[in-house]
Structure formats: C-alpha cells, structure tokens
C-alpha cells in the first residue's frame, strides 16, 4: 500500500515530461501516417502500366519521299522532311500547348492552329507564343529498309540522316 | 372554408406523428417560427431571422441564391445524363449523340445541362462583383469571402472537367491545351500533368478521371463548402446590412489630414 501512495504522487515535471513524451509519440506517429497516406495515394494515381500507342513509328521505305519535301504523319504527330543533306523527323506537337501544328505548303512553313505560332521547317520558331523550337526526333532505318522515328528521344537539331 | 383548412393543417401539425418529425409544433408564434427553422437540418444553417430590406430585390439581386438554384439544376439534369453516358473511349461520343438524338428529351436535360453551366459561371462572378462592391466581404464576413473563392475555384474545375466528356474534337483540344498549362509548374509540373491525366496524352485514363472529378470528387467537395457557405453567413451576423457594420475597437491614431494640420 505505501509503493501506491508514492506512485500515486508524481512530482508534477515528471508528469509534464510524460504527456510531453505521448504528445510528442503522437504527433509524430501522425506525421509518419501521413506521410505514409501521401506516399500511397501518389503511387496508386501513377498509372504502373499505359495502354498508349508506342513512341516508335514505322514511317515506310525512304524512296516514298519526294526529294525536299515535308510529310505529315496526323496520327503519330510527326514530319518527316526530306532536304538535300538529308532525311529528318521534326514534332509536330506545338512546344506551347500541345496542339497538332500543320505544314502550309504555300508558304512554306508550319502553322500552329491555336495560338498562331509559326515555325521553319526545321523547327525553328519564326512568331508566336512558342517557347521552344519544334524538337527534332530520333530517326534511323530498319533492317528491313524502313524508316522509323523514336517519338520520345529527342535529338540535337541539324543531325541529318543520310541514305 | 379556408378557416376549416386551417384547422385541419393545425390539426395535423399537433398530431403526434407530425410532431414526432416536426418537434416545433403547431403555433405561429414568432418562437415557434424561429424553432421550425432552428430545429430542421436543412434550414438550420440560414438565420432564424432576416432583416425585410435584405430580402429586396436590390439588397443582393438575389445572385446567391441563383447561383445555388443552377447548382441544384445541374446535380438533376446531371445525375440523369449520368444514367445513359459511359466514360468511356469508343462510347462517350455516341453516348452524347443518342442524347441528343434518341433518348427521349435527352436534348432537352443536355442543354438544359450546358446552359444552366454557363448560366452557374456568370452568376459566380455577378454574386462576386455585388459582394465586392457593396464592401460584404469585410469583417466579419471575410472568411466567408475566402470560402467563396474555393467555391468559384470548384466551380471552374467543375466547368473545366465536364468540358472533357462529350469527347469531341473541341473536348480533346481543349483539354490538351488546358492540362498542358499545368505543365509549367516548376519541377513538378510534368508530375502533375502525369497525375492529372493518367498518362502522358489525353486518353481512356484522362476521360475516366475527369468523369470521376467531374461527377463525384468536386460535387462533394462544392456541398461541402456551399454548407459552409450559407452557414457562416448566419454565423457571421447574417446578411450583410451597411448601418450595422461594426466599428472598429481601436480609436484610430490620428493620422488624419484635418487633425494634423490641427496640431
């Protein structure tokens, strides 16, 4: 019965320092929670696996290609051009926005839709909101011949491939 | 005749069901009208008591309410369309297009839909521009003004996200465009446009994800802020009258122009 009585009357920092002790276990259990929620709730909305079409096009045989001419492909987003050094696949997803730009052959350049920038076959940006050039995308021929375009490695521009 | 309506109404209202549903009772007495709003979950958010003047038509052009009405019209019109509409891909459009051209006055609740939308946005703005004017949001109604900004932002988002679901041609540019924005937030904004869309294109997981903020997520969080909306302005001393305003605790330190030139 005396043990009690002196359990029973702890000096008051004592009791202090153990509700400083629980406040503190519980804040930072809460803070270990939450963190814990975060970390769940980022990695359940991050889609694991994307049933997207693939970046890697199969743009045909090189021959197809007039000599000094752009080609859409409006499905894949892309252009191939055709100059004398050589052949090159350029974006055609607007750097802006992400609209589909569109090549005017009359005036010999490409023209964003949306918010009227205007581009040089290249890439290179003439007017417009546009922060970025059109970037220029990987290319290289198959084994079979064909040309295909990677559209999601971007390549320094002027890198022409010559067949 | 009417006197005999009466009695039987007051009758009812006694009854021990009515009252069982009712707790305020029969009576028309000013407690008794002041417990009938006080004691029912709906109507216990709005003041018990509001001033005559404010419920003329100039005091606030009743914007508010308005807006809340279209609120009220779009979760009909929309549960409905949520009845003959799939999420999805290869369905969306044509769901869109037998709404308009097979269900029967599927045309009707669309636009009605469409319009009372477009009608929801204006009138957010217009209920801003009175409470702006008539100096409404200063103390102490400016939390409730802070509660209205989340409640235009979710109006936004709610406008933005049902833009996406006719999955048309309209639908998928402007989408691509609006979430490309995101984009440009420094560091993480290619993470969110990730997060937002469910991938890196406007595709099935986008669409499926705008239906379920469209139609769940910020419906829910609007209830819950326009609760609080309407909540706080009793809270806050009811609707906002220019006389009653408080004056301020502290007498002002004279910086007046008169009272310098005083001294």
């Known amino acids: 019965m005396p043990d009690e009585k002196q359990h029973a009357a702890p000096s008051p920092a004592?009791?202090?320092d153990r509700r400083a002790f629980f406040v503190k276990m519980g804040l930072g259990s809460l803070c270990v929670t939450a963190a814990g929620t975060m970390a769940f709730a980022y990695g359940f909305l991050s889609p694991n696996v994307l049933y997207e079409p693939s970046p890697i096009i199969d743009a045909g045989k090189p021959e197809n290609f007039a000599p000094d001419s752009v080609t859409m492909d409006v499905n894949?987003?892309?252009?191939?051009?055709r100059t004398a050094e050589g052949f090159f696949a350029l974006s055609a997803v607007c750097?802006?926005?992400?609209?589909?730009t569109t090549w005017n052959q009359e005036l010999g350049i490409i023209i964003c839709p949306c918010h009227g920038s205007h581009f040089q076959r290249t890439g290179v940006k003439i007017e417009g909101p546009a922060p970025k050039p059109l970037p220029w995308l990987k290319i290289w021929v198959s084994d079979e011949g064909d040309l295909m375009v990677d559209r999601s490695t971007n390549i320094p521009p002027?890198?022409?491939l010559r067949i | 005749m009417a006197s005999k309506v009466d009695e039987v109404i007051e009758q009812?209202?006694?009854s021990r069901v009515w009252r069982s549903v009712f707790?305020?009772?029969?009576?028309?007495?000013t407690l008794h009208r002041a417990l009938a709003i006080?004691?029912?979950?709906?109507?216990?958010?709005?003041?018990t008591k509001v001033r005559k003047r404010m419920l003329s038509f100039s005091a606030t052009w009743y914007l508010g309410t308005l807006t809340l009405g279209t609120f009220f019209i779009l979760v009909i019109t929309g549960v409905l369309l949520m009845l003959y509409y799939h999420p999805s891909t290869p369905q969306a459009y044509a769901d869109m297009k037998d709404l308009q051209f097979v269900v029967s006055s599927g045309l009707f609740l669309r636009n009605l839909h469409r319009w009372a939308a477009q009608a929801m946005v204006l009138l957010v703005f217009a209920h801003m521009f009175k409470v702006f004017y008539r100096g409404a949001y200063r103390t102490p109604r400016e939390f409730n003004w802070v509660i209205g900004i989340v409640l235009l932002l979710v109006t936004l988002l709610l406008s933005y996200t049902g833009y996406l679901l006719p999955w048309d041609q309209l639908a998928f540019w402007a989408i691509t465009v609006g979430s490309n924005i995101s984009s440009a937030v420094p560091l993480v904004g290619a993470k969110i446009h990730f997060l937002l869309l469910g991938g890196n294109q406007v595709n099935a997981n986008a669409l499926l994800r705008f239906y379920v903020l469209h139609c769940v997520i910020l419906p829910l969080i609007a209830i819950l802020f326009i609760a609080a909306h309407l909540w706080r302005i009793r809270k806050d001393g009811g609707l906002y009258v220019q006389q009653t305003e408080p004056k301020p605790l502290v007498k002002e330190e004279s910086t007046l122009p008169e009272e310098e030139v005083v001294q």
């Open chain 1, 76 to 81: 894949a987003g892309i252009y191939l051009v």
């Open chain 1, 158 to 160: 002027m890198q022409f």
């Open chain 1, 95 to 100: 750097t802006h926005l992400g609209c589909l």
């Open chain 2, 12 to 14: 009812l209202r006694g």
């Open chain 1, 14 to 16: 004592a009791e202090l």
């Open chain 2, 38 to 47: 006080q004691q029912n979950i709906f109507l216990h958010l709005l003041s």
């Open chain 2, 23 to 29: 707790r305020s009772g029969p009576g028309d007495s």
